[in-house]
């Protein structure tokens, strides 16, 4: 009689381990999707910002922007520009824009 209830306790602790694991997928997938979202965020924004020429006022947000391209895991190719403007002080590097425009446009 011990014998059943024991199964049925293995039983549903087995399903309750198979479910653990599809909800640490999910939760795996909606982290990645989440990220993979700011970063393509994050782009858009420091791409809307150099469209059409770099005024102060964008200066000071694409120098604001270089924590998060670094957290969202965006490539150097947008990153040290960034790092470039937020170090420049007052002068926008011409160059460093040159770069964030080139990285921008769609490949």
Do not use: F, H, N, W
């Amino acid at each position: 009689m011990k014998k059943v209830p024991a199964l049925l306790v293995s039983l549903c602790l087995a399903g309750a381990l198979a479910g653990c694991s599809q909800v640490e997928e999910i939760a795996g997938d909606a982290a990645s999707q989440a990220a993979g979202a700011a970063a393509d965020e994050v782009r858009a924004q420091v791409c809307r910002l150099v469209s059409d020429g770099v005024s102060a006022e964008d200066r000071e947000i694409l120098g604001g922007l270089v924590d998060a391209a670094e957290t969202a895991g965006l490539p150097a190719e947008i990153v040290d520009p960034l790092r470039d403007i937020a170090a420049a002080g007052d002068e926008v590097p011409e160059e460093a824009v040159s770069q964030l425009d080139e990285a921008c446009r769609p490949s």
